[in-house]
Nanobody, 119 residues
Framework: QVQLVESGGGLVQAGGSLRLSCAAS????????MGWFRQAPGKEREFVAR????????IYADSVKGRFTVSRDNAKNTVWLQMNSLKPEDTAVYYC????????????WGQGTQVTVSS
């Protein structure tokens, strides 16, 4: 069992930065690939970024590539999403999720943290 708690969301002006954190409980955190997703009002949830269990491989959605950076520290059971050059279209609830087996559904989800970017 893994419990995920996101933090770091808030209100920021366009062009600003935020750093989201996702703290995980459980001793098996290092076994999971970790993903970040977001859901804007009236829209489907979409993939933002993913990091491999070891942290060596990262994948990004085209919409955030070059602006967002995902990282993790397995000793701290934490994954981060550094978001720079934020745009109003980045406004959404951001979720972190843990995936044990590639290609399968994510196993655990956090409760989400709101990010609002004003123009």
């Amino acid at each position: 069992q893994v419990q995920l708690v996101e933090s770091g969301g808030g209100l920021v002006q366009a062009g600003g930065s935020l750093r989201l954190s996702c703290a995980a409980s459980g001793r098996t955190f290092s076994s999971y690939r970790m993903g970040w997703f977001r859901q804007a009002p009236g829209k489907e949830r979409e993939f933002v970024a993913r990091i491999s269990a070891s942290g060596g491989i990262t994948i990004y959605a085209d919409s955030v590539k070059g602006r967002f950076t995902v990282s993790r520290d397995n000793a701290k059971n934490t994954v981060w999403l550094q978001m720079n050059s934020l745009k109003p279209e980045d406004t959404a609830v951001y979720y972190c999720a843990a995936q044990l087996v590639a290609g399968r559904n994510y196993d655990y989800w956090g409760q989400g943290t709101q990010v609002t970017v004003s123009s």
